[in-house]
């Protein structure tokens, strides 16, 4: 049983690196919730060890889809007009119903409004 143990971690741990290494990440990010909440502590130390803000985005994204709220703030701060991920991350923070994403949402909507003014 401990054998098989450390083969699923070890396997989740590699998928989770795979952040740092792939060049689409975004790919890598959408499927890591399979693992459930084995992807937890690993999400969770790359976000410690990893400076590269994609990264950070995305494995806060996966946390947040697996109910952990460990970096919350990292999301928050990425609901800006120039973040690349920044519909994506407002979209799922407002599905949690994180009360304190409102205000920052509603902030990039009003600033995406005067930057992009709609054509008629």
Known sequence: MNEATEIVNSLVSQAVNALLESPNRFLVAERLSRFGSLSIP??????QASDDL???VLSSLVL???????SLLILLEAI???CEYAGLVAKHLAKAK???AI???VDCL?????EKPFRK
């Open 42 to 47: 690993h999400l969770e130390k790359l976000l």
């Open 54 to 56: 994609e990264v950070k």
């Open 64 to 70: 947040l889809q697996l109910n952990s709220k460990s």
């Open 80 to 82: 800006e007009p120039d």
């Open 98 to 100: 994180v009360e304190k």
């Open 103 to 105: 205000q920052p949402i």
């Open 110 to 114: 009003n600033i995406c409004a005067f």
